[in-house]
């Protein structure tokens, strides 16, 4: 009897331990479940992009077109005013480099000294028009330095790469036999044939400035422009009377010592766009602070005439 009720307890022991053991058993797992994190399945929260900043890059680089040998002819722009005016050197290439240089030196000018732009003008330099030209003198592509330039008169690098002279291409009183101090040369198979006029052409068409400055050298004078014998344009006029006053060139109406066929400034004339050509007064200097307050003195007016 006694062992029975043994084993009966024995029995009842090993229920209750199997009972405890399931029961804790349960707490745990039930703990496990409770601290393991959930995964979330909610879409991902999307935070916006800020938007990226606009910056205006001054000056603005651009190509108008490309030379013969497939050089860039590259204009600078700076400011967003209404009215643009743009200046231009070397048409006349390597003959005519400190044109270039002096065009370069602008551009350096107004990278440092934004304020001096007018709020209402833009401002266009193309440094240089015959970039074939002035590689055939300096033997480098783009800029240069005084120091790049031998000596001699350069007179091989005056015309492009066809052996046009570019200032007798342009489309006012244009011929294809045309002259230069007494000699002949070739004013291209037709106005506008070369792709050097022809991209400054298609630039002026499209970009219509308020007016336009060439740097040349060397006769020491400001030369308005007229197309047919008519009267320049009364803008032509003040501009060259401002740029002369505060450089201290003299001014001229017409370059009369010889004929002068298919002239960039005689053709933007015609165009009813003014247009003058400052000569420099030799061949190896930029005259830095006389064309500086040249170019001051034609924002000056441009900006007064707007207000």
Known sequence: MKSRIKIVIAICCIALFGATLFFLSSLRKEAVKINTPKTNT????TVPAQPAETKVSDPRIDSLGFSVKGRKIQSYTFGNGKKL????????????WNSV???????????????SIPKNLT????????PDGVFKVVHKEGRFA?????????????????????NRNFGCNWKADAIWKGNNVSGGKAAFSEPESAALKQFILAAKPAAVIFWHSQSNTIYGSQCGGGDMLTETVDMMNAYSKASGYKTAETFTQYEVTGDATDWLSSIKIPAMTV??????????????AGVKAIFDYFEKADL
């Not at 240089?101 to 304020?115: F, G, K, P, T």
């Not at 007064?281 to 830095?288: F, G, Q």
């Open 42 to 45: 909610a879409a991902p929260v």
């Open 85 to 96: 005016l743009v200046f231009a050197g070397g048409i006349h290439g390597g003959y005519e």
């Open 101 to 115: 240089i002096l065009a370069y030196e602008l551009i350096d000018y107004l990278d440092q000294n934004r304020e």
């Open 123 to 130: 401002i266009t330099i193309i440094p240089s028009l015959n």
């Open 146 to 166: 005084m120091s790049d330039v031998p000596a001699g008169s350069n007179e091989e690098g005056r015309l492009n790469a066809n052996a046009v002279d570019l």
């Open 279 to 292: 000569e420099l007064a030799t061949h190896n200097t930029i005259e830095w602070d006389r064309n500086l």
